[in-house]
């Protein structure tokens, strides 16, 4: 019955540990996710210059951005741009702080300068995210690996004191 236990602690701390180390691919994959919007979204100003409730809408549609909540819920209430992005993009529970805040700079800039101004803003968005997104990818390499021997550690530890 103790090495029920054991396994079975053993099998939890392993999760646990790779729960953590994917948590932190999680956040650079959504860094990814987020300047491959901006870029999107920067083709459609240069291509056809459209209207912000309609580039919202088309960027919202594009299936690789559905998982956005912020976008989603944006789009769905465009006649209230900024304000409708800037509650959305604070409300995501997805976005750490500093992609919140590099998303708000999106929402002030859309539709508010000429087409120049907004694709300079928000190719430094995209800088912006680019450092974020290598910083996030740097520690997820460096800590993911700790983070499951943490688990499976913490558990033999666990299992050990169990026998």
Request: glycine content about 6%.
């Amino acid at each position: 019955m103790k090495l029920i236990g054991a396994g079975i602690l053993l099998f939890t701390g392993i999760l646990a540990g790779c729960a953590a180390a994917k948590k932190l691919e999680h956040r650079a994959a959504m860094l990814r996710l987020l300047r491959q919007m901006l870029s999107a979204m920067m083709q459609e100003l240069r291509n056809t210059l459209p209207l912000t409730a309609d580039l919202l809408q088309t960027l919202a549609d594009m299936p690789a951005f559905r998982s956005l909540t912020f976008l989603q819920d944006a789009a769905a209430h465009p006649h209230d741009f900024p304000y409708s992005w800037q509650k959305a993009v604070r409300q995501d529970p997805a976005l750490t702080a500093e992609m919140a805040a590099v998303l708000e700079t999106v929402g002030q800039t859309l539709g508010s300068t000429a087409l120049d101004g907004q694709l300079a803003a928000l190719a430094l968005c995209m800088e912006r995210l680019g450092a974020l997104q290598a910083d996030a990818e740097s520690f997820a390499a460096q800590k993911g690996s700790l983070y499951r021997s943490m688990g499976v550690l913490s558990a033999l530890f666990a299992a050990i004191l169990l026998l």
